[in-house]
């Protein structure tokens, strides 16, 4: 996870996403963002500096180690965002929680105009919860591009074994299908991936807040690759289309 990324990298990451925010503040005057894995609220406060109080940024972090309000204002000085003059004129700046974005979002139905994540969601042990939590949380005009971590893990200029390069797994029936194209075929989701893994094309997954998103899968593992070798990041998430029942392998009926 990257905890430095400026709003520029919102644009590469997400195309017109800021085009978009732009849009609808003329529209509606305000508008409220999550940024959902802020780190170091480098891009919430690139968004107060070109936005002013027309945004309402949350950002979330896992710990206050991810980055907290303080690194926040260190960070916009240093990156030379805001001058510490200009600091101290900010009547409302971004606000920071903490939560697992594995689990349910500390946030009400239709809360967020917007919501974008960059480098987390990679990080989550159940990654379909938390997109369903995005389709929750949005306003029935919102709109959410979330970085999906597709592609294959590449650390350190160093590929990972074989059967570890993936951050996603989805399996219907004993065929595995590919996210990407799992998540096309989901009413109120888009998914976008132009670089395949690689450089600054748009790469994202898209939800709306037209339709309340279900997925249809089931998490049957969370794989976290820090605990198999230290230099691995990130952690892999197993799907299946089964729902109904419970899983009960063969060779284990009839034994306790």
């Not at 905890?3 to 732009?22: L, M």
């Not at 959902?36 to 936005?51: E, L, S, T």
């Not at 690759?225 to 230099?231: L, R, T, V, W």
Request: proline residues 2%.
């Amino acid at each position: 996870m990257a905890k430095d990324r400026p709003i520029e990298k919102v644009d590469a990451y997400f195309g017109d996403f800021t085009k978009q925010i732009a849009r609808v503040v003329k529209k509606k005057g305000k508008v409220r963002i999550l940024d959902a894995g802020c780190g170091f609220g480098v891009a919430m406060m690139g968004f107060v500096k070109r936005f002013g109080d027309k945004v309402e940024m949350v950002g979330y972090n896992y710990s206050k180690k991810d980055g907290d309000i303080k690194k926040m204002k260190q960070q916009a000085i240093e990156k030379g965002i805001f001058t510490k003059k200009e600091l101290k004129e900010i009547k409302k700046f971004p606000k920071i929680i903490y939560c697992d974005a594995s689990k349910k979002l500390p946030f009400k139905d239709n809360t967020f105009d917007f919501i974008y994540s960059m480098a987390s969601l990679y990080l989550y042990d159940d990654k379909i919860f938390f997109l369903e939590e995005c389709s929750r949380i949005l306003k029935k005009d919102g709109l959410a591009r979330i970085s999906p971590g597709f592609g294959e893990h590449n650390i350190y200029k160093k590929k990972v074994k074989t059967n570890m390069q993936v951050y996603w797994q989805i399996w219907n029936k004993g065929e595995e299908v590919k996210m990407w194209d799992y998540a096309n075929r989901i009413k109120g989701v888009k998914a976008v991936w132009k670089n395949k893994g690689k450089g600054d094309k748009p790469m994202y997954i898209e939800i709306t807040g037209k339709h309340k998103v279900d997925f249809k899968l089931r998490l049957i593992a969370a794989i976290d690759f820090n605990f198999i070798y230290e230099k691995w990041l990130g952690v892999k998430s197993i799907y299946t289309t089964q729902l109904k029942g419970e899983f009960k392998p063969h060779w284990k009926v009839g034994m306790r």
